[in-house]
């Protein structure tokens, strides 16, 4: 079963790269962006059916090594 | 005085330190990323570099690797651990010390002298050094400390900070912070001080004809803290 998760800097994090991204799109025309942050996207193919379980799992993951909880937070977005 | 010095796929420091650790009298070993166990030493160093590439977050992968847990289980029994740089990442995503480190505030790669102050010498560390601003080199992208408010309460209660970004007169202002370190920190301890990390080598400050002094100076005095 596959499972998605998004880790994105928690709000109080300075995100400089969001910042650059931003100055850029509005370089280009892209004039009504309010901000941009950065983050992850990982997806995960989990040997596991069960689609709370296999969450589970992910969610472990992301606490012990995919995100850094100190600036970071993640999401699963999607099991299939 | 027996240290070790640890070499990840990616480590490109481990040799000068080592260098460095022989010039003043250690007996160093230099241990592989993979081992279990570590040679019995006084000191542990993980050294800068670019451990596995940086990939994920610059440490998180090296923090995870087989020798750490008995590098861990060295440094909770009280043994001396000290991170270097990318070691100073390792360090922090160990959960060793304290905060994290964000990429530099101006997304640039900073390679240049920088002075330090340190905060206070109440540590094997700095004890009995007679300077309190040093002259070291920094190297990195991903230098930018940060902690959350809690955490660097915490920090300064216990006395933590190690070392502030300042200039040659040891004045710390936001102008002589190279990466946009909260407080100006270059370095911090673990409470109990027996693990140091920080951004700058002091393995780059061991010759005078190549850099400067001020490192010879602290692995000196290091050795004589340890005996």
Known sequence: MKVSAIITLKKDVLDPQGKVIHQ???????????????????????????????????????????ANLVIEDYKIIETQ | MKSSVITFPGSNCDRDMD????????????VWHDDNELPKSDL????????YGDYLRCGSMASKSRIMQ???????????????????????????????????RYLEFICKNVFVKLHNKENIYFKHLDKDVLKFHIAHNEGNYFCTKDQLKEIEDNNQIAV??????????DQFNPNGSIKNIAG?????????????????????????????LFFKNLINNIK
Do not use: W
């Not at chain 1, 069960?50 to 969610?59: C, L, T």
């Not at chain 2, 260098?19 to 230099?30: Q, S």
């Open chain 1, 24 to 66: 850029a799109l509005d370089g280009m025309g892209f004039s009504s962006v309010n901000e941009v942050r950065q983050g992850k996207y990982f997806e995960i193919d989990v040997k596991e059916n069960d689609p709370k379980k296999a969450k589970e799992i992910v969610e472990n993951m992301c606490s012990k090594l995919l």
């Open chain 2, 19 to 30: 260098v460095a650790l022989k010039k003043f009298g250690f007996k160093n070993n230099m």
């Open chain 2, 44 to 51: 542990v160093v993980l050294p800068g570099g670019f451990s």
């Open chain 2, 70 to 104: 008995s590098v861990i289980n060295f440094a909770n029994s009280g043994g001396l651990v000290m991170g270097i740089c990318n070691g100073f990442q390792i360090l922090v995503e160990t959960g060793l010390v304290p905060g994290v480190l964000l990429r530099n």
């Open chain 2, 164 to 173: 502030y970004y300042c200039d040659d007169k040891g004045q710390i202002e």
């Open chain 2, 188 to 216: 911090i301890f673990n409470k109990k001080k027996n693990v140091l990390g920080m951004m700058p080598h002091p393995e780059r400050m061991i010759d005078q004809s190549l850099s400067g002094e001020d490192g010879s």
